[in-house]
């Protein structure tokens, strides 16, 4: 992927909203570990999104830091809730995004009816893979609307400007990471990451890749979620990093 600069405005608008708080203070951070890249245990909770022409995504979910968030997604799963929809918005370098019925981004509701607040840990960030809830601007506006992570390369200099602008914090391991892997850090504090792909990430980087409208960033031919199940742990092999993939 080539680097480019962060067009954080335009693409955090594509969450279902436009960010807020440019400008503010800067959020002080103690410097806890970042939890993206561990795995699993044996019997924790997974979540499979199955797509149609394109195959499986593993996803581990984040119970204990964000149980709210865990349960709205998968009693949504298990109701049915996530079959056959599309992947309503696709930007390359950036992330896919689904879990609108209306398949527009304009829809989508709670396991309690509307809105919830999805919550946060800081020590989810939007790593590749990173599972999140998009929001109408901030986080108790969550739905059933998510997005995963592709992320584009970053650099010093880029947080540095995120941390001058928006007053995010990063620690040094969130920096590194970051750093090493790329991702989407203009959406830390203001987006619920509460999963990460453990296999499948190849999958989603192909469905970023596909032709989309230049308007609304929907793709010309529909990706369909066949279904999403909730399972355990199996001790699979795990594949966290773009590099597992041949991806870089």
């Given amino acids: 992927m080539k680097h480019r600069v962060f067009a954080a405005g335009i693409c955090a608008a594509m969450l279902c909203g436009i960010l807020t708080g440019c400008g503010q203070k800067q959020i002080q951070l103690q410097e806890l ?3 993206n890249y561990t795995a699993p245990e044996i019997g924790d909770p997974i979540v499979t999104i199955h797509v149609k022409d394109y ?3 593993k996803i581990r979910l984040f119970a204990e830091q964000l149980p709210e968030a865990c349960e709205n997604f998968t009693t949504l799963a298990e109701q049915g809730y996530y079959d056959e929809m599309i992947f309503h918005r696709v930007v390359k370098d950036f992330m896919i995004q689904s879990g609108d019925p209306k398949g527009d981004g ?6 309690w009816g509307g809105m919830f607040n999805a919550g946060m840990d800081n020590q989810l960030i939007n790593l590749p893979g990173a599972l999140g809830y998009g929001n109408g601007g901030s986080l108790d506006t969550a739905n059933s609307q998510f997005y995963i992570v592709t992320g584009e390369p970053v650099t010093e200099e880029d947080l540095k400007a995120q941390t001058e602008s928006k007053g995010i914090y990063y620690t040094a391991e969130s920096r590194q990471l970051y750093e090493q892997y790329g991702g989407a850090p203009w959406l830390d504090t203001r987006y619920t990451v509460f999963g990460q792909v453990i296999d499948g990430l190849d999958i989603v980087y192909a469905i970023s890749e596909v032709p989309v409208n ?16 909730v399972e355990q742990y199996d001790g699979s092999e795990i594949r966290f990093y773009p590099a597992d993939y041949g991806l870089e």
Avoid: C, M, R
């Fill in 33 to 35: 570990p970042i939890l």
């Fill in 55 to 57: 195959g499986d995504v």
């Fill in 106 to 111: 304009t829809g989508g509701a709670s396991i």
């Fill in 214 to 229: 230049k308007t609304n960033n929907k793709p010309k031919e529909a990706v369909y979620i066949e279904s999403v199940t």
